[in-house]
């Protein structure tokens, strides 16, 4: 992220003091772990804040077995040219897909050696100092709960944390269902800390 923020910086309408960064989904571990080594983030709002990745991507795969490096053994393994010759009633498609963006954005060979690529990416929330709002929907489900309430309980600097519930229709991953509720507060969040409105 330096080089980012250092290109930001040059830009003469970036106020050097009120630099935010902002993580979605994936972004919640990127961005957390930005705010953790670059000393110029004035904020952070992670949405939802990740600090562990691998746990939190095996509680994605959790309902169709579970954490992959113990329930497929190497002999079952697969490569994205293998993905290809899967029948979709072994694996659905959107499966499919899903097996192809993370093995290619993590530049692994197979699907289990992402998996074991992925315990190499945690942040240790202590470690963020600056400004922070964290963001989780009640439907995320258990591990991003509980990684939500691990950031805000140890985040070494000022934290807001925020949960959304079904009843603002904003529960779901990332409050996809009410996109304008988690905008308008993470906007009115960035206005009060960083403008001191």
């Given amino acids: 992220m330096s080089p980012c923020v250092d290109l930001a910086l ?11 960064l902002l993580g979605i989904s994936f972004g ?3 961005m957390s772990r ?5 000393p110029r983030a004035r904020a ?19 309902g169709i077995g579970g954490d992959p490096e113990q329930t497929i053994s190497p002999e079952e393994d697969f ?9 979709d009633e072994e694996m659905p ?8 963006s993370l093995i290619r954005r993590f530049g692994q060979r197979t699907f289990l ?17 600056c400004l922070a709002l964290a963001l989780v929907g009640t439907g995320e489900g258990g591990e991003p709960l ?25 529960d779901t991953h990332c409050q996809l269902g009410n996109l304008t509720l988690s905008n308008a507060v993470t906007m009115d969040w960035l206005e009060d800390t960083l403008c001191g409105r």
């Avoid at 040059?10 to 935010?20: G, I, M, T």
């Avoid at 498609?93 to 192809?100: A, G, V």
């Avoid at 070494?156 to 944390?161: H, I, L």
């Fill in 146 to 170: 509980r990684q939500f309430d691990v950031f805000g309980a140890r985040v070494g600097g000022p934290v807001t944390s925020r949960l959304f519930t079904a009843d603002e229709g904003a």
């Fill in 79 to 87: 490569s994205l040219d293998d993905i290809d010759q899967i029948s």
């Fill in 93 to 100: 498609s959107t499966i499919k897909k899903m097996s192809r």
């Fill in 44 to 62: 952070l709002v992670a949405n939802s804040p990740v600090i562990d990745l691998h746990a939190y991507m095996v509680s994605f795969v959790a």
């Fill in 113 to 129: 050696s992402t998996f074991h690529y992925l315990r190499e990416f945690t942040v240790d929330p202590a470690e963020i100092g």
């Fill in 34 to 38: 930005a705010a953790a080594h670059e």
């Fill in 28 to 30: 919640g571990y990127f």
């Fill in 10 to 20: 040059q830009r003469p309408e970036v106020d050097v003091d009120r630099l935010a």
